[in-house]
């Protein structure tokens, strides 16, 4: 696959192509199989979002004619780039077909061109509401949707210019072009997502808004956030649950039961988070994490992610300090954030106030202040899965 950016001699990270873009190229290339009656295509081009055109190599083509219907499949095998994309070297295929009478499928119409566009094996099926796509439907994006239609335009229109009409060239009216996209490993990668807590079954989405994955950029988990309280909200929801990961998420599900749909994971994302749950219009945010992150967001620091910058060890001691005048140690004698819960943990009863209660406390107040005012109740969770203290 040509078109993402290579990497440098310095090492700069490669960027990589979405399911989207994948799926219209696959699209093409098995368009212009029907239409120029080609029995092999290796290599397409087709334009982007912001004008920029890529090309793709075609993994495997193939046509065939079956009684009155023209029928071909071409393949992409998608490339994330520098991206841990869990799609990246899947296979992205499409499946095209003009048949000599009109479907009973309903079409759309675009430039003149009747096209159905459908979910194959391992494309998932929207089952809730609050996604761009309607309820019932394959969840294949807006912006992937329409990359798939000029794709495709563009191989009709180059394939008149090259020769006259055949019985396979497509009648703009009589015959509509059925595109199927399918992903055949897909429902297998669809359980490493979030897809199935999205109401998406059966497979992974078509995804994408340029066209490009940036790597390891932040556009996937902060659309995925935006999207869970899409859904959250659409299922009428008032309150949403905030965690830093799957473990919080569990101790919280496991205590307070709440609708699967009111989970969302945040991942390093705190302040986009609460911004968001905010925006959504919700009335309630609960927060959970484990110590060192919980320190963190007591401590003020709105990107929680280690890279950001580790723990700093001897302003956490006072912070806790500060927190707890009975805790009376040295920051030289603690090497991580675990030592310093370990510490705690151990004599809960002899230190009062509660230091695991003061740092939810400080960690809502923060949180507060973000959410400028709407209510934030903070749960910290044990390193062992169950919630230990939550803010008062």
Known sequence: ??????????????????????????????????????????????????????????????????????????????????????????????????RSQKSEIRSEQFENISLIIKGGKGVGIVTKPGLPVPVGEAAINPVPRQMIKEA???????????????????????CPLEITISVPMGEELAKKTLNSRLGITGGISILGTTGIVKPISTEAWTATISSSMDVAKAMGHREIVISAGRSSEKAHLKKYNLSEECYVLMGDYLEFSLREAKKHGFKKIHL?????????????????????????????VEFLQNLNLELRVMSYEFNTAR??????????????????????????????????????????????????????
């Not at 335009?153 to 019985?167: F, G, N, V, W």
């Not at 007591?298 to 001897?314: E, L």
Request: charged share 25%; proline share 5%; hydrophobic share 40%.
């Open 152 to 174: 495709v335009r563009e191989a009709i229109e180059d394939s008149y210019k090259l020769q006259d009409p055949t019985p396979y060239t497509l009648h703009p009216t009589r």
């Open 288 to 316: 959970c994490a484990q110590w060192a992150k919980m320190v963190k967001i007591a401590m003020a620091t709105p990107q929680t992610h280690v890279r950001f910058g580790a723990i700093d060890i001897k302003k956490a």
């Open 339 to 392: 030592e310093i819960f370990d510490l705690i943990n151990s004599r809960p009863r002899s230190l009062t106030p509660n230091p695991f209660t003061g740092v939810c406390n400080a960690a809502r107040k923060y949180a507060e202040v973000i959410t400028e005012g709407l209510p934030v109740s903070t749960h910290l969770v044990s390193y062992e899965g169950e919630i230990i203290a939550s803010s008062e």
């Open 1 to 98: 696959m040509k078109g993402g950016k290579g990497q440098g001699a310095r090492g700069k990270l490669r960027s990589g192509f979405t399911t989207g873009a994948c799926a219209a190229a696959a699209a093409k290339a098995a368009t212009l199989l029907i239409t120029r009656h080609l029995s092999l295509v290796t290599e397409v081009e087709i334009p982007f979002p912001d004008g920029s055109r890529h090309k793709f190599k075609i993994q495997d083509s193939a046509f065939r004619i079956e009684g009155s219907t023209a029928v071909a499949t071409a393949s992409v095998i998608k490339d994330a780039g520098d991206d841990p994309d869990v799609t990246n070297g899947a296979e992205i295929a499409a499946t095209v077909e003009v």
